[in-house]
Every structure is written in C-alpha cells, then in structure tokens.
C-alpha cells in the first residue's frame, strides 16, 4: 500500500513511516475515484467499522491481524468515527483533527473544482498563537491570529474576528478550514483587501459550574467584546473603526457572529453566517439582537455587507428555511447563497473564499 502524508493531515512534513517490525503496513490511500482504502493492525478485533455518524462500513479481515476496505466516504472534509467491536478508536496511522468535542480521524478527499486552498508557489502568511488573560472568565484564553504574506508591523489593517463551531477550538480555521491558504491565493490574485483575521476558542467556560448547555451560555461575546478586541487593539496596529472590523463564523460560530455584530452595531460593519443561525435553532431564547432587522434603513446604513451561506443538504437547513420566513417583507439588504453539500468543512471553505473578498472594500 502506498503510505500517504498529504500536508495538514500529519505532524511532520517529512514523517518517519514507522519501523516495520513494530507498526507493520499501515496507512491509508486516496483512489484516483475518491475512494480510500484505508489498512489497520487490530489482531484481537471481531469487528472493525467506519462510522459517518451513523452511516457505517466494515472492513474485512486478512492475516497477520490486518483489517483493510476501501471506501466511498463523499468528496471534501469528512470526519469519522473507527469503531472496533463497538468501541471508538483514535488511529494514530489516519489523519487527526479536532471536531465533536474530541480528536477524530478524518480524511481530506479532493473536490474537483476546488484548487485555490491548495499550498502553492507564492508568498504565505503567518499564524500565531497569543493567550489572553480574560477578564470573564479569570484565565488565559487562546486566540490564533493570521497576518498577510507582506504584513508590515507600520501598515495599520483591517481585522475579521473568524469563529468555528460547537466542539471545535481556535485551530478549526487554520487546520481544517484552509483560511491562510485561502486568503494567500486571494491576495496573489489582487482578489481581496490585506486584513489581519483573528480566530478564538468559542467553547468559552466560565469557572463556576452552570446547568446550562455552552451554546446558551454564550461567555465567549463577552470574552471578544471586553478582552480579545482590546488585546488585539494593543498589540497590532490594526484600525479600529467599525467600517474596518469584520466578524463571521460557522455553525455555533455563526449564532455568536449574529448575536455580537446585531447587538452591537457601532463596532462592527460586516458579517458572515456560514450554515448560519440567525436565531437560536433550538428556541426558548430571549433575541433582542433582532431589533435592529425591523428597520430597514438603519441595518443599510450599519451594514455594509451582512451575508448568510450554507450547503445544499445541511442537516439543519429547516432552520435555515426557518430565518429565510422570519426574513421576508423586512427588505435587508442581506446576501444569501448555498453550496453543494451538508454541514462540513468543504462548504465553509467554499463560504470564506466567497466572503473574503467582500469585506474592507
């Protein structure tokens, strides 16, 4: 089997393939069709599956303790579960993210006519890692901030505030979402405006124990409002009116971009929702953020872009639907676009590399 290590699927660029005594022929490969075959070593199993959330497919056992199948998991970034004899498995010989509240397998199948978040020969930018001591929640929190290919510390930028989704962190963006290699291919284009993007950990605790689920606690506004922006503020030169603060976010991330930018109209000019909520999907929550939609001139003037995408078979397009209803006769100017897919990776890249383009102009 050809042992692969595509670059973002593995720790090391130039990997040492293991000792063959120990680690045996394990490993995964990319069909020329999309398919994977993917080999494992598990002697002891009586089964060996590959779970999608529910969709399952088993490998077939071979000698010496190998399992092996080949598998048409979809096109894109497609998380999955190795379950063996029912338990699940983190495979150190399979690509690893992080997703679900946990690190997960996943593999990064290519989509045809998707080429710009591809690593190529032209200039990068940078990605580093600051900790943020937060005055909510009383410890370091963590921000990863992107800077263009010719960053110069005497430019003053632009910044988008980029936010994941539900069991995600601050690497979702970066690792999974592609955003430096997309914004990279943009900016050698002459596609999009030189902007700082900040991502933050939107999974948030407060310390003291609360019965409410982390999407209805929401501490993480108020860790962006009253501790990120502010640090950023301090340690970039970035302009700091609201025509030049952007903020957007998938899933979870996009029900924080809704509730911050609406309620706060004086500090930001743009935003995106990606598989976007614009209401809580769940219900039950008090939506004063809303207001500002039942004035139309008012939302033109304080918005100059505010956009919502999603795939074609997200499995929460109902709510989706939903705000399109709760939208009409309110004459925003809003964008509103779908891509092919469901509630994944490979729709949100296609969301930020149509997004980007549209800010700080």
Not at 300 to 315: L, N, P, S
Request: contains cysteine; aromatic residues 14%.
């Amino acid at each position: 089997m050809m042992k692969q290590w595509p670059l973002d699927t593995a720790l090391s660029f130039d990997p040492i393939f293991g000792e063959p005594n120990r680690d045996g022929n394990q490993g995964y490969e990319i069909l020329p069709d999309g398919r994977v075959t993917m080999r494992i070593i598990a002697p002891n199993a009586k089964e060996v599956l590959v779970d999608q959330f529910g969709k399952t497919q088993a490998f077939e056992k071979k000698e010496d303790g190998y399992w092996e199948g080949t598998f048409d998991l979809g096109r894109g970034f497609q998380y999955f579960f190795l379950k063996i004899d029912g338990a699940d498995v983190l495979n150190p010989y399979l690509p690893i993210g992080y997703g679900c509240c946990r690190p997960m397998n996943f593999m990064d199948i290519p989509v045809e006519d998707i080429t710009w978040d591809d690593l190529t020969d032209i200039p990068h930018g940078a990605v580093a890692r600051h900790y943020v001591k937060s005055s909510v929640t009383g410890k370091h929190e963590i921000c990863l901030v992107y800077t263009p290919p010719k960053y110069d510390p005497n430019t003053k930028y632009p910044v988008l505030y980029l936010q994941h989704g539900y069991g995600e962190n601050e690497i979702g963006w970066t690792f999974q979402g592609h955003v430096g290699r997309i914004a990279d291919q943009l900016l050698d284009k002459g596609e999009m405006k030189e902007m700082i993007i900040v991502m933050c950990c939107g999974m948030t605790q407060l310390m003291e124990p609360s019965e409410k689920p982390p999407m209805m606690r929401m501490p993480f506004i108020d860790v962006l409002l009253k501790d990120i922006i502010p640090y950023i503020e301090g340690h970039y030169n970035v302009l700091t009116d609201k025509w030049n603060r952007a903020m957007a976010g998938l899933s979870m991330g996009s029900f924080q971009t809704s509730i911050t930018t609406l309620s706060n109209p004086d500090l930001f000019g743009y935003a995106g929702l990606f598989s976007g909520f614009l209401r809580a999907p769940w219900g039950n929550m008090p939506e004063p953020h809303l207001a500002i939609l039942d004035d139309a001139e008012k939302f033109k003037a304080t918005y100059k872009v505010f956009y919502r995408a999603m795939g074609t078979e997200d499995q929460f397009f109902n709510s989706f639907d939903s705000d399109d209803k709760f939208l009409e006769g309110k004459n925003l100017n809003m964008i509103r676009n779908t891509f092919p897919g469901g509630h994944d990776w490979t729709v949100w890249r296609r969301c930020i590399h149509e997004f980007l383009p549209l800010i700080f102009r």
